[in-house]
């Protein structure tokens, strides 16, 4: 079985400030791990995704995400906060032991404040 | 390259009316997925195709069938909708490359009166 959690449902943030959302996975076989982002009233889109090789990870929109498996969490961050990066963000988890079906954390609702 | 597209955008029903949401891919993907999306719990799993020709249930099929029409296409059916349905459905495709990543489409808001 594989979960992933997601904690804090809702982080603001300053424009210019860091961003840090986090995420930890259990996963009984050697995981995939994705985060999207999901704008008001639109579908989501693939922010990056670790697939074993490196484990720091870069993405779009100046997003960046590093996996420790010692700690099972796969943070992600994005230096300085712009007021467009307000969307709510999903990580997720997939393996070869589940078929490569994506489980979802239950999302983190991003507020960029000016 | 259209990616994932989904109709309708908006549905209203009556408690016990049915419906088919529609869902195609352009992008040769073996694997389509249906999810919904209901606030505070993230993405669920209905039902998901590995291959044309398969189907099989996810974490939350009760009330919903599924057909994968051909390769492309992948619908979902509400035979007999209830208020609980309220939701927001996504499909997805994926291919069966090195990461297996979804693609999803823009989503169907469905409401239940």
């Known amino acids: 079985a594989q979960s992933v959690t997601q904690l804090g449902s809702h982080v603001s943030v300053s424009e210019g400030a860091l961003v840090l959302l986090r995420c930890n996975y259990s996963?009984?076989?050697?995981?995939?791990l994705f985060w999207y982002v999901q704008y008001p009233n639109q579908g989501l889109q693939l922010l990056l995704k670790?697939?074993?090789?490196?484990?720091l990870v870069k993405g779009i929109n100046g997003f960046e995400a590093e996996f420790k498996k010692s700690e099972t969490s796969f943070h992600l961050t994005k230096p300085s906060a712009h007021m467009s990066d307000a969307a709510e963000y999903f990580c997720a988890v997939s393996s070869v032991g589940s078929n490569y079906k994506l489980t979802f954390g239950k999302g983190t609702l991003l507020t960029v404040n000016p | 390259n259209a990616g994932v597209t989904q109709t309708p955008k908006f549905q209203v029903l009556k408690t016990g009316q049915s419906m088919t949401l529609q869902c195609a891919q352009d992008m040769n993907h073996n694997s389509m997925y249906w999810y919904r999306q209901d606030p505070g719990m993230g993405l669920r799993l209905i039902y998901y195709?590995?291959?044309?020709?398969?189907?099989d249930k996810g974490e939350v099929p009760n009330g919903y069938n599924v057909s994968r029409l051909n390769k492309r296409e992948f619908s979902l059916r509400l035979e007999s909708a209830a208020p609980s349905q309220t939701s927001v459905y996504f499909c997805?495709?994926?291919?069966?490359?090195?990461?297996?990543?979804?693609?999803f489409g823009p989503g169907t808001r469905l409401t239940v009166t």
């Open positions: 997805a495709s994926s291919s069966t490359g090195t990461s297996h990543e979804q693609y």
């Open positions: 195709s590995a291959s044309e020709g398969t189907t």
């Open positions: 670790y697939t074993s090789a490196a484990t």
């Open positions: 996963s009984s076989v050697p995981p995939y």
